[in-house]
T-cell receptor, first 120, second 107 residues
Framework: QVQLQESGPGLVKPSETLSLTCTVSGGSITSYYWSWIRQPAGKGLEWIGRISSSGSTNCNPSLKSRLTMSVDTSKNQFSLKLTSVTAADTAVYYCAREISQETIRAFDVWGQGTMATVSS | DIQMTQSPSSLSASVGDRVTITCRASQSISSFLNWYQQKPGKAPNLLIYAASSLQSGVPSRFSGSGSGTDFTLTISSLQPEDFATYYC?????????FGQGTKLEIK
């Protein structure tokens, strides 16, 4: 059974870079898209972006200028870097697997989430 | 971006009730609509994909319908474990977008 685990520092200073990694276990990172989704406390879900195992990316236009995603297939990991963070970036960050086939496109496996707080 | 609007934003119901949540897309998304359940402190869980297909392991009291711009999630007989927040999500195009959520509470 595939499992995802987010990791990264829980506290980031304003204007600095938030770096998170998601480790995929129990299955291969190939043949799927891998997304980052965030949720501020008490609010809804926001899709940040996704990366394929070959490294192709799609980003939310609202974050595109600050966002970099990468994948390391040898480690079964993918990562996110969000630059110039502000308090508005404080949220629980989830990584998720997206099945993306002709008629089925959905986030079927999620990590447990990691809290990232932007504060000095 | 495709905007997803859910109604109602919150709902009070009793165990055994039949409940329906609606989701409307700002443009046609064919059947690329998914439903998730989220409990406090937990990640969302996929319930329904492609508008009406039940994810493996999800109880059959959950069902989905619709196509184009209008979709519904129905819970045929509420169970205590169903009290949670529900989100719709379109997978027709990027950026992927979610509805604002419907919080289902115990009456």
């Amino acid at each position: 059974q595939v499992q995802l685990q987010e990791s990264g520092p829980g506290l980031v200073k304003p204007s600095e870079t938030l770096s998170l990694t998601c480790t995929v276990s129990g299955g291969s990172i190939t043949s799927y898209y891998w997304s980052w989704i965030r949720q501020p406390a008490g609010k809804g879900l926001e899709w940040i972006g996704r990366i394929s195992s070959s490294g192709s990316t799609n980003c939310n236009p609202s974050l595109k200028s600050r966002l970099t995603m990468s994948v390391d297939t040898s480690k079964n990991q993918f990562s996110l870097k969000l630059t110039s963070v502000t308090a508005a970036d404080t949220a629980v960050y989830y990584c998720a697997r997206e099945i993306s086939q002709e008629t089925i496109r959905a986030f079927d496996v999620w990590g447990q989430g990691t809290m990232a707080t932007v504060s000095s | 971006d495709i905007q997803m609007t859910q109604s109602p934003s919150s709902l009070s119901a009793s165990v055994g009730d039949r409940v329906t949540i609606t989701c409307r897309a700002s443009q046609s998304i064919s059947s690329f609509l998914n439903w998730y359940q989220q409990k406090p402190g937990k990640a969302p869980n996929l319930l329904i994909y492609a508008a009406s297909s039940l994810q493996s392991g999800v109880p059959s009291r959950f069902s989905g319908s619709g196509s184009g711009t209008d979709f519904t999630l129905t819970i045929s007989s509420l169970q205590p474990e169903d009290f949670a927040t529900y989100y719709c999500q379109q997978s027709y195009s990027t950026p992927r977008t979610f509805g604002q959520g419907t919080k289902l509470e115990i009456k």
